[in-house]
């Protein structure tokens, strides 16, 4: 069994920044891409920013050069750093990680979500 624990959400004031954190346990073999995801109230979930184990990384636009994603690989963890935040970023941020059990086993993996909220 896997799980995903997201923390680091808040409350912050538009211009702050906040750092997310997404840990992975339980039996895991390989980990390839990790992802944020983002989901406003009445709007559909969204990507907001990806990256491979090598260090590749995705973003959308409406976050690029404000957002940053990374990972260590070795503690199974990716971070979002969230910087110049608008009230329109506010939501529920979740990870999702593929992952890799077992040589032949895929299980996808969702954290629990974290509520970041951009308001003064």
């Known amino acids: 069994q896997v799980q995903l624990v997201e923390s680091g959400g808040g409350l912050v004031q538009p211009g702050g920044s906040l750092r997310l954190s997404c840990a992975a346990s339980?039996?895991?073999?390989?980990?390839?891409?990790m992802s944020w995801y983002r989901q406003a109230p009445g709007k559909q979930r969204e990507l907001v920013a990806a990256i491979t184990s090598g260090g590749s990384t995705n973003y959308a636009d409406s976050v690029k050069g404000r957002f940053t994603i990374s990972r260590d690989n070795v503690k199974n963890t990716v971070y979002l750093q969230m910087n110049s935040l608008k009230p329109e970023d506010t939501g529920v941020y979740y990870c999702?990680?593929?992952?890799?059990?077992?040589?032949?086993?895929?299980?996808?993996?969702w954290g629990q979500g974290t509520q970041v909220t951009v308001s003064s």
């Open positions: 999702n990680a593929p992952i890799q059990t077992m040589p032949q086993t895929v299980v996808d993996s």
């Open positions: 339980g039996r895991i073999f390989n980990i390839n891409v």
